[in-house]
């Protein structure tokens, strides 16, 4: 896809992080008509679960940057997302939570806390991106280099989000399931993750078919072995 002028880059970015809000919201309320009403306790120990993977991995990824630069550094904390997260989603099954329905919020809140740091995330780039200043100057190269200003339609990212969430709902189900799940789910985890950075910006189309062929696989997996 064509790279597109920072201007438009940063109002294109505020629309496409307002666009993956809709879908943790319309995931919540299906799972509360379907499944029963919220729990507010196992969401928010899903949010701190995918927390803590996130600060595991900035150890990781500041000993990358160091040893081999950006692109390494991307390559390896993308392969580490699946030990970091997966294993730390073992610990809050297997410790704390203790019946499907808390599993199936506990996962639910795993990936809404995510959509909502992209979201955060999503807004502070635009806001770099018609700043002047060194910092933000080389941030705008650092994205150029890495074929990210390109102008992806707000669909594919609010399909994306939902494609993640499944994936979530169904890792955590498959865990609460039987434990020794998580040998699949860990490597499976880093698969997706690296197999959607490598194809997204070129193929993305496909790749969010994929996606969501996957979300859908795991999270029928999760409820069917779980019962939920």
Request: net charge neutral.
């Amino acid at each position: 896809m064509t790279t597109i002028a920072p201007e438009d880059f940063a109002t294109k970015t505020r629309i496409n992080a307002f666009a993956l809000l809709p879908a943790p919201i319309l995931v919540g309320i299906v799972m509360a008509v379907v499944s029963g009403p919220f729990e507010l306790l196992p969401f928010v120990l899903g949010a701190a679960g995918w927390m803590i993977a996130l600060v595991l991995r900035q150890p990781v990824a500041l000993i990358a940057m160091r040893a081999g630069g950006q692109e390494r550094a991307a390559t390896i904390v993308g392969w580490f997302s699946g030990p970091a997260e997966e294993l730390v989603r073992f610990g809050l099954v297997i410790l704390i939570l203790g019946n499907v329905q808390g599993a199936l919020w506990a996962g639910f809140g795993w990936a809404a806390i995510e959509v909502v740091l992209i979201a955060v995330n999503g807004f502070a780039i635009a806001g770099l991106m018609t700043k002047d200043d060194p910092k933000s100057r080389e941030a705008r190269e650092i994205l150029a280099a890495q074929g990210m200003m390109t102008g992806h339609h707000p669909l594919w990212g609010f399909l994306e989000r939902l494609s993640a969430i499944a994936l979530h709902i169904g890792f955590t189900l498959m865990i609460f399931a039987n434990p020794w799940l998580v040998l699949i789910t860990l490597p499976l985890h880093s698969v997706v993750n690296m197999a959607a950075a490598r194809f997204a910006k070129s193929h993305v189309a496909l790749t969010e078919l994929g996606l969501a062929v996957v979300g859908a696989a795991v999270l029928l997996a999760g409820l069917l072995l779980s019962g939920g």
